[in-house]
Structures are given as C-alpha cells and as structure tokens.
C-alpha cells in the first residue's frame, strides 16, 4: 500500500510525460530513501539503535531487496543500446524475470515468516482489536475509504510528476537539476513519506517488525514497477523502456541503483552486528546509512550537471 505512490508517479513519469530517465531514479532513489528512513526513525525511537529492535527477518528480507534491486540494474545495464548496441537478451526476458524473482521472493518471505513466526498472547490481542475493528467500521465503508485514498494517491501522484518534469529543466541560478536526479531524489523523497510514517507509528506500537518489513518489502515491491512500466511504456512508444532509462542523463540510474545496495548492505550489517553502541543516541549503522547517502545524493547531482 506505501508503495502506491511510487508506482502512480512512475507509470506517470514514463507513459504520460515520456521520461524514463525520471521514472527510473525515482524507483532507485525510493529504495535508497527507504534505508536512509532508518536513519530518520533511529532519530526519532532514541531508545538505542533501533536496527538492535530488528529480529532476523528483515535481514533476510533486505538480502532479497538487493537482489531485486541487482535484477532490477543488470536489466538496464544490458539493456543500454550504447554499451550493447544488439541486446544481449530480448527485452521481455527481464519483464518476466522481474515478476518471477518478486512472486518468488514474497513466496520465500511468507514461508521464512511462517517458520518462525512464535504464536504470543499480545499478537492474539492485538489480532482480536483489530477483528473487532474492522467488524464495526464495516467492509462497505473500509472500501470506500480505500478507494477514495487509492484516487487521491493517483491524482497527486501525476500532479507530483509534472510538477518535478518542470523543475527538472527549470534554470536555477546553479543549473538545471535534470530528470535523473529530480527523480532519485524529489519524486523518491516525496512518494517515500508513507513509508516514514507507517515506520513512526509501529515505533509508537512498538511493532519493530513491521517497521523493517515495510521498508524492505517496498524496496522489493518498487522493482517491480519497472516491469509494469516496461509493458505500459513499450505499448505507447513502441520502445525498451529499459534501455531509454539508461540513455543520456538516465546513466546516472546506475549509480543510484548502487547506492541502494549499498545502503540496504549497511542496514543489513548493523542488523546482523547487532551493537548497542550509539554516538548521541543513534546507532553507528545508522551514521554510516546517513553519510553515504548524503554522498551518494551529492555525487548524483555533481554527475548530472
């Protein structure tokens, strides 16, 4: 559902206004906010590093975002008529690849989950409050709710994308930012905030897992939309969507595709390190997740000039 927003403003970005290059920075750029999100929460939790709340789930569930964020670059890279001027696999090879690795991936989470998931009393209740939730409230008016919702996240979300294709060429004092980097960092940083604050309020309810889970599983989530692009941009245009991402400016997708990883390596680290070590309250993991990214962002824009 936090991942309704990306998918709006990327289908928008590519099939509407006809840049790939903004609809691929804002599917990497989306999956580097989201660590850097944990940065933010550990701000916010002060209780100790809030990766040490973390059980082993969502290291593994990180572990398979990388993995699909991997799937997600090679395709582009091997898709650039630049370096490979006759494609090296027919293009409809990484669509059905993407969506395989992903349905398998849940597939290997819900098994993961069932494995260890320890059956408590404070689930049960908790599991109970919310039966009684919904009963009351009614289906008829959830869904409306949710309609109503999905409609507004679709309105704002194209509102959102021409809003950035403007920006994106807009001449500042300093330049033009260009679509790649509006895309890693504007649309991604907006289309982001569900995900921050779903990640606040399980901190309040104390449900670490579903802070972590969130996250991660939105980084698996948001590779997909790359697919769902593929299919929706080559029925307009007639061309690879893959490899219109990495022309020109849209280089830059690759690299911000690195740094996901990387960040995402680091998450995974500090949840497998597991210290209690803090510097004014925030967990050594989560200092190295904010400088990289803060590099990283400055390194993208200093490349797109």
């Known amino acids: 559902v936090t991942s309704m927003p990306e998918l709006v403003s990327t289908i928008g970005s590519a099939v509407f206004e006809n840049q790939p290059a903004m609809a691929a920075g804002n599917v990497f750029g989306s999956n580097s906010f989201n660590v850097f999100i944990i940065v933010l929460l550990d701000l916010y939790y002060r209780g100790g590093p809030i990766t040490y709340m973390f059980g082993m789930m969502p290291a593994f569930s990180a572990s398979l975002g990388i993995a699909m964020t991997a799937i997600g670059a090679v395709a582009l890279l091997l898709s650039s008529q630049a370096l490979f001027p006759n494609p090296v696999f027919p293009v409809w090879v990484w669509t059905l690849l993407i969506f395989a690795s992903y349905f398998f991936f849940m597939l290997l989470i819900f098994r993961s989950e069932k494995k260890l998931s320890l059956e408590s009393r404070g689930r049960e209740e908790e599991s109970s409050v919310n039966a009684a939730v919904v009963g009351d409230a009614g289906w008829k008016t959830l869904i409306l709710r949710l309609v109503v919702s999905a409609a507004i996240v679709v309105v704002a979300g194209y509102l959102l994308v021409v809003l950035a294709d403007r920006l994106a060429v807009y001449p500042f004092s300093f330049g033009m930012l260009g679509h790649s980097f509006l895309g890693t960092l504007g649309l991604a940083l907006a289309t982001s905030l569900p995900e921050l604050v779903v990640g606040i309020t399980a901190i309040r309810l104390k449900n670490f897992d579903m802070v972590a ?4 599983g939105s980084n698996i989530f948001n590779i997909m939309i790359l697919a769902v692009c593929h299919l929706c941009y080559e029925a307009r245009y007639s061309q690879s969507f893959y490899s219109a991402c990495v022309g020109g400016e849209g ?3 690759l690299f911000t595709a690195l740094l996901a990883m990387v960040l995402a390596s680091l998450a995974i680290a500090g949840m497998m390190h597991r210290s209690r070590r803090t510097l004014l309250g925030v967990g050594w ?9 803060m590099v990283g962002i400055y390194w993208l824009y200093l ?3």
Request: a neutral charge; charged letters at 10%; aromatic letters at 10%.
């Open 213 to 216: 889970g969130n996250i991660f």
């Open 251 to 253: 280089a830059m997708n």
């Open 285 to 293: 993991d989560s200092i190295a997740i904010g400088i990289v990214y």
């Open 303 to 305: 490349g797109g000039r």
